[in-house]
């Protein structure tokens, strides 16, 4: 039955394909921007969570 509702719909065969294209396209994007992103900035963020500073501590510093 829901196979049939499927093949009743005109163009449903592009949906895959463009769900497929979004896909790709948005994880060559963070790809891309993970290995362009600077190292130090990168080591600054990992280490916010561990900051035993003040809110303004944190929230002062340049990343």
């Given amino acids: 039955m829901k196979s049939n509702v499927l093949q009743a719909i005109l163009g449903i065969e592009v ?4 769900s497929l294209i979004i896909f790709v396209a948005v994880f060559t994007t963070m790809i891309i921007w993970v290995v362009k992103l600077d190292k130090q900035r990168s080591q600054k963020m990992a280490e916010l969570p561990l ?7 944190i929230f002062n510093k340049n990343l």
């Avoid at 949906?15 to 463009?18: A, G, K, S, T």
């Avoid at 900051?51 to 501590?57: F, Y």
């Fill in 15 to 18: 949906f895959p394909v463009i």
């Fill in 51 to 57: 900051n035993d500073g003040n809110r303004e501590d």
